[in-house]
């Protein structure tokens, strides 16, 4: 009886903290960003229009995997990533709908569109590759392809496959030069290896500090927190590295950028909603509360980037058709495990 | 028609039915899993075979070698010290020593990372006061071996409590009599002491082993490629189900063999030893060795507890200005609550598996109370994604939308966690005679009322200390949450691992506080019922 009584009781317990979520007026987002600044927006948004906010936040594969078991039932309505890659497997899989808003084509950069229409950029980062300033002169760098020189060995640090941002990086790769010239450039840059791959980015840029590396290759807003972070020894450290654009010879493709953007999830029962949610973050004041708290770039060309990432100026960015990152990308991961590259 | 006969006939036939039905509901989510991958791919065999399997197999061996070696070093010593000497402070390191309980292995090891980095306090120290010595230490700390301590002082405490208990249990005649003949106190801790403990310590370790199998932030960070983190790269970056599955199927496979070879090495020496005999009286150490006792007690809780924690409280009290508290009171309920409601449910169904597995005398049953204990040897995301195929592929099921509900969280965590709660229950059960229950049924009494009058109350600790270890498990538990949980929750782990991912350890401190506090009053509640549990036999 005792058991019974439990179970029951249990049962009821858990009844109770279940929200319904019946409610018209809200918008149900499955998002990758785990960021304090992506709170304040939502917070700011719900004050403004009165439209409840409700997030599920992991991983982009596993939301995504979330998405396609869930069907038609799905209650998602945006799907958030920091990969263009990710939204454009998730378009792939007919998880995606277009999304029509004259607005949010006024706010955002023509560079940064999805040609076809199912996703938007929201705020973007360049992979960039950083030096340290006692050890390297900056004008023996040049690309992403001449890290691979032998003056380099025992020098570049970089974090693991594993990582989107690097899987990213070879599939622009393997899509602007290549399957071959890609996996000829990963498997020769493992040998200018200065440790196994490791950490997350801003241990890259530790390591060339404490004298582990020369270079690493990172992306933008990791080096605009180490320079805002409340610790002065991370801050000498930031200041210790020089920050370099690659590519940005006139032949050349430009350095290798990625979006943060949202799709519209296919089945969205809060279209209208989701839209509103979307114009507002595309907006000038979201842009800059993202770009002041997250140093990212803004989508929004008519907003200026946060001071610390301006500083080290303006850059060509790779154009390529972001949709190519998630095309290539298992071939992408596939180079990196045959060339060792952990 | 013979199956069904023998069925009719067979002796509690309701309850055999009943925990059948409920091991088949709990296993659907693996079962559909598997059956979903009929046929064994035979390109991304050869793809694993030639490109990753060695890397992946050497790591996983390597780091299971380095983490067991020093959770037996900083399990075991301790634990006969604490058995069996009477010293200054006993009382406390006996639970001191099992607090890094607390502490999840991911927040273990990105403290550690973030303590010993170039920017971190360690190496910043040494800079400003003594730079001829910071070159000495100015390494790269995000190495195997290093994990393989950390996972070691997370993980110790597992082998501490089972040996801790072994050791306490073993008659003072054993002991006696080895000194008589001549054994040395060394002699004596080799030859007799472990030898009789053997199958305790496996217990913990095999505990261990099954983490460290399971580990996937601390290890994704330290760059170790696993099968683990083999099993998300395949499932979740390349989309290649198969893959991943071949790869869970190799660590169930390896768990079975462990199992086996402990099974085997049992059977080749068994020992006895009468429970009964009286406890040894704490002997009074040597001069000598009072350097061993408090260095081999003290460091791994040193190490395992004190330097974290108080690195993390010191990151908290710098924060303090920042921290919201009354989203950390919030997310601390959610916490409390979620992992209450599902442990409660696990201490049930774990029960239930193991009654009827006492009573029914089936192998049959045994069988089945062992397979469901397979869900702690599957990754948690692969849970995860199993239970999300589950309820929105079968027809009825996926009616409603059950993804996203509590019902479904608490599902996949019973599941999982099963196992954890089953173990302290299991060996209290064995240990009472059959002599009870055939005295009750001859007094008239059904299986439901024995369970109720006699194992109840008998099995009382046991189940409080199932209670505690499968609790204190569920608050650090982040994979199946961060995949399952419902809109806008969050859980105090999910959150410290949201901020430590990004390395903002100062904002993560508040909420690993919180997990680490809770769960070290959970662990000093059970020491004190372990402690009545060990004077009570």
């Not at chain 2, 999840?104 to 550690?112: E, L, R």
């Not at chain 2, 910043?124 to 100015?138: A, C, Q, V, W």
Request: a neutral charge; charged letters at 20%.
């Amino acid at each position: 009886m005792k058991r019974v009584i439990i179970f029951i009781s249990s049962i009821l317990i858990l009844s109770s903290c279940v929200e319904t979520t019946k409610e018209s007026n809200e918008i149900n987002l499955y998002s990758q960003r785990h960021y304090k600044v992506d709170e304040k927006q939502y917070e700011t948004f719900e004050k403004e229009t009165g439209i409840k906010v409700n997030v599920v936040k992991a991983n982009a594969d596993e939301l995504i995997e979330r998405l396609k078991n869930e069907g038609d039932n799905s209650p998602a309505d945006l799907f958030i990533t920091v990969d263009a890659g990710k939204l454009q497997k998730a378009k792939d899989l007919d998880l995606l709908q277009k999304i029509s808003s004259p607005i949010i084509n006024q706010n955002v950069d023509i560079d940064l569109k999805d040609v076809n229409g199912y996703w938007i950029p929201i705020t973007y980062r360049a992979r960039i590759i950083v030096y340290s300033k006692d050890r390297v002169d900056v004008g023996e760098l040049s690309t992403y392809a001449n890290l691979t020189d032998k003056k380099w060995k025992n020098k570049v640090l970089v974090r693991s496959s594993s990582n989107a941002y690097n899987q990213a990086l070879l599939s622009s790769i393997v899509a602007n030069r290549g399957e071959e010239a890609a996996t000829n450039w990963a498997s020769e840059l493992v040998k200018n290896f200065a440790r196994d791959p490791k950490g997350n980015d801003r241990d890259q840029v530790k390591a060339i500090t404490a004298g582990q590396g020369d270079l690493a290759i990172v992306n933008s807003y990791y080096i605009g927190l180490l320079l805002s972070s409340e610790n002065d020894e991370e801050i000498k450290a930031g200041n210790s590295v020089g920050v370099f654009f690659p590519n940005q010879g006139e032949e050349e493709s430009g350095s290798h950028i990625n979006v943060s953007g949202i799709g519209l999830a296919k089945n969205a029962p809060n279209k209208e909603n989701a839209i509103k949610l979307m114009e507002f973050l595309t907006s000038e004041s979201a842009q800059k509360t993202y770009t002041n708290t997250s140093y990212e770039y803004p989508a929004n060309p008519n907003v200026e980037p946060n001071e610390i990432i301006k500083k080290w100026g303006s850059f060509k960015k790779d154009i390529l058709d972001l949709n190519q990152l998630g095309v290539f990308r298992n071939k992408a991961i596939e180079i990196f495990d045959k060339s060792g590259w952990k | 028609m013979e199956i069904i006969k023998k069925i009719v006939q067979l002796e509690h036939k309701r309850w055999i039915i009943g925990s059948s039905l409920i091991a088949l509901f709990l296993l659907l989510p693996i079962i559909f899993l598997f059956s979903n991958i009929f046929e064994i791919e035979q390109t991304a065999f050869v793809y694993l075979w030639k490109n990753l399997l060695l890397d992946y197999s050497f790591n996983t061996f390597y780091l299971i070698a380095i983490t067991s070696f020093f959770a037996l070093l900083f399990g075991i010593f301790p634990a006969w010290y604490v058995s069996n000497y009477k010293f200054k402070f006993r009382v406390f390191f006996d639970i001191a020593l099992f607090l890094p309980l607390a502490i999840p292995t991911y927040i273990m090891a990105f403290t550690y990372s973030d303590l010993l980095s170039y920017t971190g306090p360690f190496q910043s120290f040494l800079r400003n006061n003594y730079p001829d010595l910071s070159d000495i230490f100015n390494k790269d700390y995000l190495q195997i071996e290093i994990l393989g301590i950390i996972l070691g002082l997370a993980l110790y405490p597992y082998v501490y409590t089972a040996s801790r208990v072994s050791f306490s249990l073993i008659g003072s005649t054993y002991i006696n009599m080895s000194k008589n003949l001549g054994l040395s106190s060394t002699k004596l801790f080799f030859k007799v002491i472990i030898p009789l403990s053997k199958p305790a310590i496996f217990s913990g370790l095999f505990l261990v082993i099954m983490e460290v199998l399971n580990e996937y932030g601390a290890v994704k960070y330290f760059g170790v490629n696993t099968y683990t983190t083999g099993i998300f790269r395949a499932w979740f970056s390349m989309g290649n189900e198969n893959t991943a599955i071949q790869l869970a199927c190799l660590l169930i496979f390896i768990v079975f063999t462990i199992l086996f070879l402990e099974k085997l090495s049992h059977k080749k020496s068994k020992f006895y030893y009468s429970a009964n005999s009286k406890i040894e009286k704490l002997s009074t150490p040597t001069a000598d060795k009072y350097l061993y006792i408090y260095s081999l007690c003290s460091l791994p809780f040193i190490l395992g507890f004190l330097i974290p924690f108080f690195y993390i409280l010191n990151n908290s009290i710098l924060n303090i200005k920042n921290i919201d508290f009354s989203r950390l009171i919030d997310l601390s309920l959610n916490s409390i609550q979620v992992s209450t409601i599902s442990t409660v449910l696990i201490i049930v169904t774990a029960l239930l598996f193991l009654y009827v597995e006492k009573i029914s005398k089936l192998k049959f049953n045994t069988f089945i109370s062992q397979v469901t204990s397979l869900g702690y040897v599957i990754p948690g995301a692969v849970i995860g994604l199993g239970v999300i195929l589950l309820f929105t592929k079968i027809p009825l099921l996926n009616s409603y939308s059950l993804v996203g509900s509590f019902y479904v969280l608490i599902y996949a965590y019973v599941f999982r966690f099963l196992a954890v709660g089953k173990s302290p229950i299991k060996s209290s059960l064995e240990k009472q005679p059959e002599s009870y229950d055939e005295t009750a049924k001859t007094l008239g009494l059904g299986p439901f009322k024995i369970l109720q009058r006699i194992h109840f109350p008998i099995n009382r600790l046991a189940l409080i200390t199932a209670f505690i270890v499968t609790f204190v498990d569920l608050l650090k538990e982040l994979p199946i949450t961060l995949i399952l949980r419902p809109f806008n929750f969050d859980t105090l782990a999910t959150q410290t691992y949201e901020f430590a991912i990004e390395e903002m350890m100062l904002e993560s401190s508040s909420y690993s506080l919180a997990i680490i506090l809770i769960g070290s009053v959970m662990l000093v509640f059970l020491k004190y019922v372990i402690n009545k549990q060990i004077n009570a036999s």
